[in-house]
């Protein structure tokens, strides 16, 4: 017959007591659960997620020292956030403050800020490290940072948004940076974004203003820069700090003030690194200008056909050209690159890929643009009207690839090939569907995806 020791189960009973309880994260369901967002995240707790159902939704959230995920159910096309009506006009529709890694803002379209006087439209963070990914920052007005603010120690990471149409009395019409903060500006689509009004009007699509010329490093790479404007800086303007400005392509930016402006992008007091950028056809100024101070790094940049010249206040870069990119379809805005681009890492001049593209006009992918291995269909616009399906199926069988509006009615339905990446222009191949909101469905003999999208917006 077993003995048990009284004090050996004393022990394990002791031990068992004083161990913290294990916290299961959540999910929370707004409206299902929780009658507004800002409730939901009221009541989570650390590692929670509050999951948005398909609507509008008008209010203000705050989000204070929690390591939550904000995100919908549905994606950018069906959800929707609005400023409210007669609330503060003083604060974002989404504050971040204090927030820790692991903290994430997706899948929803801001629109309906037009205050002016406000620092800040859409989103504001104070010292976070917040992931905003997957958003559309859509026709919001403000002072700085219409879609995006950023102030203190923020180390935002800003991914795969799309900000169209913003506009900022001031400055950064998609984002503004100020103060030490510290983001990564990664592969977004900024397009139509302006800032006009006078004394300012700097960084049509994004405006940084680090404190210190040595401590603070924004990085903005793989980003298209598309048609914005501004009086200075048409697509981006940086002082101070050390941003490395890298694989970038601005095209069609342009600039409307007066003197040595710049179309494209600007750098004044700091000491950036500007390497593998493609700055061509901007207007109204030079495709890259520098001024007051600091030493630029510059490197294998392709700076073709801008208004006022190339370079200002600095000297070409090393492997530095001004060579046709060869985009596949520049009225419709796809810049990817044709098969003979000296953009390309085939090209002679011995750079890599230059720019946030690689080859398309029906070839494979280029160098960077892999999809994460999580998502088993994922959909990124190149333009308006081209939108590029990749899937991540597992499968030997066929995969196939259809299309619907909103009734349900079939626009068409395609198969993969060896190859997991697509691009379809719907101007030319669907016969000019209007413009609006799509569902693609991902289908291979065992799995099924479906995401929605848009085109022509």
């Not at 989103?123 to 002072?143: H, R």
């Not at 980003?223 to 009086?231: D, E, I, K, V, W």
């Not at 040595?260 to 007091?269: E, H, I």
């Not at 090209?347 to 643009?369: E, I, K, M, R, T």
Request: one cysteine or more.
């Amino acid at each position: 017959m077993a003995s048990y020791s009284p004090a050996l189960f004393l022990s394990f009973a002791f031990l068992t007591l004083t161990q913290p309880p294990v916290l299961v994260a959540e999910t929370l369901h707004v409206p299902a659960e929780f009658a507004s967002i800002q409730s939901a995240v009221d009541a989570s707790s650390p590692g929670d997620t509050v999951l948005v159902a398909p609507g509008t939704y008008s209010e203000k959230i705050r989000i204070v020292e929690k390591g939550i995920v904000l995100t919908s159910s549905h994606g950018v096309d069906v959800t929707i956030l609005t400023d409210p009506q007669g609330a503060p006009t003083d604060t974002t529709m989404i504050w971040l403050e204090g927030t820790p890694p692991g903290t994430e803002v997706s899948g929803f379209t801001m629109t309906g800020v037009t205050d002016s006087a406000r620092f800040g439209g859409a989103i504001g963070s104070m010292a976070c490290s917040t992931l905003i990914k997957n958003n559309v920052f859509l026709e919001n007005y403000a002072q700085w940072g219409s879609g995006i603010y950023l102030i203190g120690e923020s180390r935002a990471r800003i991914e795969s948004n799309l900000f169209l149409r913003n506009r900022a009395f001031s400055g950064g019409a998609g984002v503004a940076v100020f103060g030490h903060a510290q983001p990564s500006i990664d592969s977004n689509d900024f397009e139509r974004n302006s800032s006009l009004s006078e004394p300012y009007g700097q960084g049509g699509a994004i405006y940084v203003l680090n404190l210190l010329l040595n401590e603070t490093i924004t990085e903005i790479s793989g980003n298209r820069f598309y048609r914005n404007s501004a009086l200075d800086g048409g697509a981006l303007l940086s002082w101070y700090g050390t941003p490395v400005i890298e694989n970038n392509t601005l095209v069609f930016n342009s600039a409307l003030g007066p003197g040595d402006v710049a179309a494209g992008l600007k750098t004044s007091g700091c000491s950036p690194t500007v390497s593998a950028n493609i700055i061509a056809l901007n207007s109204g100024g030079y495709g890259f200008a520098h001024e007051s101070g600091g030493l630029p790094s510059l490197s294998c940049n392709d700076l073709f056909q801008n208004g006022l010249g190339p370079y200002s206040g600095v000297a070409p870069g090393a492997g530095d050209f001004a060579l046709d990119p060869e985009f596949c379809d520049l009225s419709a805005g796809d810049l990817s690159l044709a098969a003979g681009s000296p953009c390309l890492p085939s090209s002679p001049q011995g750079c890599g890929l230059v720019g946030a593209f690689g080859q398309g006009c029906g070839a494979a992918l280029g160098v960077n643009q892999e999809a994460p291995t999580a998502e088993v269909l994922r959909i990124r616009r190149l333009s308006p009207w081209i939108v590029e399906f990749q899937h991540t199926f597992d499968s030997t069988s066929p995969v196939s690839l259809e299309v619907f509006d909103l009734s349900g009615r079939l626009v068409f339905t395609t198969v993969f090939g060896a190859d997991p990446v697509l691009r379809w222009d719907f101007r030319r191949q669907a016969k000019k569907h209007p413009a609006g909101i799509l569902f693609a469905r991902c289908k291979s003999k065992s799995r099924v995806a479906t995401r929605p999208f848009t085109v022509g917006l």
